[in-house]
């Protein structure tokens, strides 16, 4: 099924354009990497598929259903996660259940044991349940990142969009993390999209690769696409 889409999508900031005429698809229960030279507008990629930012031409779809005919339900979690300040008064508990609450649109309904029992594996399995108690402004780059994905996987939603989310982690935690995701394609039938500049330790996860290049005949990017079966093949463009 198909979850998200542009189509001939040119954005940019001011007046000059970051892409130009990008084409991309999301199919459900895909593993997508999105990758690029620093600048490469990848960050700007996923908040058009999600509608967070409007093209100056083209379309972009996001289907309002997923597989089983429900809502779809989106986890963003974007790059700028140190953004979280000392004073953030929430505790890492509390946040990785608000997204929780957010599902159900009642704030004043208690959770019920089997979501609460969700956002405990999900800090166990991002490996921070020894932080449950502390202050979100009190924790690393690294930790707070950790918690947005604990969050994210919490909510069990159909597609997760990550913006470079192993940031801080180091090599063994990268590779726990991929892992993670992988199962939640093949266990649990999601959709996960990922900027990463890690592609070698994703060999043999991922179902395909966007990339973002510069045109030839301009500055301009454009977007690639490469088929993972197996080993990553030539990129066959999508221009």
Not at 112 to 127: F, T
């Amino acid at each position: 099924m198909l979850l998200a889409s542009l189509q001939d999508v040119t954005f940019g900031y001011g007046d000059v354009p970051c892409l130009e005429m990008a084409n991309i698809e999301v199919h459900s229960g895909e593993f997508i990497a999105v990758t690029g030279q620093n600048g490469a507008s990848k960050s700007t990629l996923l908040k058009l598929a999600l509608r967070l930012l409007h093209p100056w031409q083209g379309k972009v779809n996001l289907s309002p259903t997923n597989v089983n005919g429900d809502k779809l339900a989106v986890a963003y979690v974007p790059q700028q996660i140190a953004a979280f300040n000392s004073g953030f008064p929430s505790q890492v508990t509390e946040f990785v259940r608000s997204g929780l609450y957010s599902q159900r649109l009642n704030w004043f309904r208690r959770l019920s044991p089997d979501a609460k029992q969700a956002a405990d594996e999900a800090m166990k399995s991002m490996g921070v349940w020894e932080l449950r108690n502390r202050r979100i402004g009190e924790l690393s780059g690294g930790q707070k990142q950790r918690i947005c994905i604990a969050r994210a996987l919490a909510m069990s939603p159909d597609l997760f969009v990550l913006d470079e989310p192993t940031t801080g982690m180091d090599k063994e935690s990268r590779k726990d993390f991929y892992k993670l995701m992988r199962e939640q394609i093949d266990q649990h039938g999601k959709t996960v999209v990922i900027v990463t500049h890690n592609l070698t330790e994703l060999d043999g996860m991922l179902d395909r690769i966007i990339s973002l290049e510069r045109r030839e005949e301009g500055g301009w990017k454009c977007c690639t696409t490469t088929s993972c079966s197996g080993h990553f093949s030539p990129a066959e463009s999508l221009r």
